[in-house]
């Protein structure tokens, strides 16, 4: 059974970054695209970043120049580097993978708060 773990949420200043990650495990095949969405109270999640298997990402306009996606598609794992942050990008944010055949799966969610 394919389970995505997230880890690195948390409390933090505007202006402050935090880095999540998040782990695949249950599946020896390697996710075509692994990335991370954002929902935040009374809104619709929303695609924050995501990263191909051959390394190509992409990223909300909201976040460009100031989060940074990697992963390593060997190891079934995704980074977020969130720098500069602010009270906006408050939300539960969540991991994504796609593998081939197995499809879509989603982590629990991991709170981010920032304060102003």
């Known amino acids: 059974q394919v389970q995505l773990v997230e880890s690195g949420g948390g409390l933090v200043q505007a202006g402050g970054s935090l880095r999540l990650s998040c782990a695949a495990s249950?599946?020896?095949?390697?996710?075509?695209?692994m990335g991370w969405y954002r929902q935040a109270p009374g809104k619709q999640r929303e695609l924050v970043a995501a990263?191909?298997?051959?390394?190509?990402?992409n990223y909300a306009d909201s976040v460009k120049g100031r989060f940074t996606i990697s992963g390593d598609s060997a190891k079934k794992t995704v980074s977020l580097q969130m720098n500069s942050l602010k009270p906006e990008d408050t939300a539960v944010y969540f991991c994504?993978?796609?593998?081939?055949?197995?499809?879509?799966?989603w982590g629990q969610g991991t709170q981010v708060t920032v304060s102003s």
């Open positions: 994504q993978a796609d593998f081939p055949i197995l499809g879509t799966y």
């Open positions: 990263i191909r298997r051959g390394g190509s990402t």
């Open positions: 249950g599946t020896a095949f390697r996710a075509n695209i």
